[in-house]
């Protein structure tokens, strides 16, 4: 049995405590201006690490200082529970700076 899909509230109130993530079809994004190009691409670093441990990994574009994740379970179907660990684990990434 897979990862079972979050219900469109479950999803609406995972949103309600993620600051900056929004919806995109069966996907939440977000975008992230880093201090420099370098503080993002180590961003990315970190995100990849703790993506990896969760054996879960985002969508990820870097465009100069601005890094755009983007989380769905492909193998599911959409978002699950895992999307939104991760999207957590990314916030967390991010105010910490390193």
Not at 7 to 17: C, G, N, Q, V, Y
Not at 67 to 76: D, E, G, I, N, Y
Request: glycine share 8%; aromatic share 4%; proline share 2%.
């Amino acid at each position: 049995m897979g990862t079972p899909l979050l219900t469109d509230s479950e999803i609406t109130e995972a949103l309600s405590e993620l600051a900056g993530w929004s919806r995109a079809d069966d996907a939440i994004t977000r975008a992230i201006e880093a201090e420099s190009f370098l503080a993002g691409i180590d961003l990315v670093r970190r995100v990849a690490e703790a993506a990896e441990r969760a054996d879960h990994h985002p969508d990820i574009d870097i465009r100069w200082r601005t890094v755009t994740f983007t989380l769905s379970t492909h193998s599911a179907g959409g978002l699950t529970a895992q999307d939104v660990a991760l999207a957590r684990e990314i916030d967390q990434l991010a105010r910490s700076g390193g």
